[in-house]
């Protein structure tokens, strides 16, 4: 089954202490890229990647680090999470002969 | 990078069509239009895609005016099932526009019986 599979969905951890939040895709897509999801401002981009090694930063790139080493995942590391970093994150990927952005489940991650 | 201006919400009835509008006025040449459907607790799911025109399919049509500076989500009779946010996102994932994207602030679409 073609899908985007992000770990973990649920996370509570402390400010400060460092965490990755997997994405895997099993759709050879060539972009890949991270939202976050925050009451009344939507989707918004972290970072994105249009292919192996090549990433760029998005809307809100702040806080958070990425790396694409291999086509199919896509970590996102917050290296000294704050409060301000709870929210809902989102991976998505998509092949470079659509525009169709296929969405993982979502990980919700408090920072205490 | 086009921004985008939707309703924040809207109220409809079973068996309506509904219309929700977004606005793009930056919108450049390359870029493409693209509505996402999102349920509470999970990840948004594409609905429809286009360029210029309209463009239809089994569950939605897309209307751009020539200018493209707006695109109207047409949902032709819907039900409860259909309650959700709406999203419009104006860019592209092709290799020469860019990966950056920017999604509207989403409309909130409430059906009732």
């Known amino acids: 089954e073609a899908q985007v599979t992000q770990n973990p969905r649920y996370l509570i951890t402390v400010t400060g202490k460092k965490l990755t939040v997997t994405c895997s895709q099993n759709?050879?897509?060539?972009?890949m890229s991270w939202y976050r999801q925050d009451p009344g401002l939507g989707l918004r981009q972290i970072y994105y990647?249009?292919?192996?090694?090549?990433?760029d930063k998005g809307d809100v790139p702040e806080g958070y680090k990425v790396s694409r080493k291999e086509k199919r995942n896509f970590p996102l590391i917050l290296e000294s999470p704050s409060p301000n970093q709870t929210s809902l994150y989102f991976c998505?990927?998509?092949?470079?002969?659509?525009?169709?952005?296929?969405f993982g489940e979502g990980s919700r991650l408090t920072v205490l | 990078l086009a921004k985008t201006t939707q309703p924040i919400s809207m109220d409809s009835y079973e068996g309506q069509e509904v219309n929700i509008t977004c606005s793009h006025n930056?919108?450049?040449?390359?870029?493409?239009i693209t509505w996402y459907q999102q349920f509470p607790s999970q990840g948004p799911r594409f609905i429809i895609q286009?360029?210029?025109t309209k463009v239809t399919n089994e569950v939605a049509s897309l209307f751009i005016p020539a200018d493209r500076k707006s695109s109207t989500l047409s949902l032709p009779r819907v039900s409860l099932s259909d309650t959700a946010v709406y999203y419009c996102?104006?860019?592209?994932?092709?290799?020469?526009?860019?990966?950056?994207?920017?999604f509207g602030q989403g409309t909130e679409l409430s059906v009732k019986p």
């Open positions: 998505a990927s998509s092949p470079t002969s659509t525009g169709e952005l296929f």
């Open positions: 759709m050879n897509h060539e972009y």
């Open positions: 990647s249009m292919n192996v090694e090549v990433t």
């Open positions: 930056n919108i450049a040449t390359n870029d493409y």
């Open positions: 286009g360029y210029k």
């Open positions: 996102l104006v860019g592209g994932t092709r290799r020469n526009q860019g990966g950056k994207l920017i």
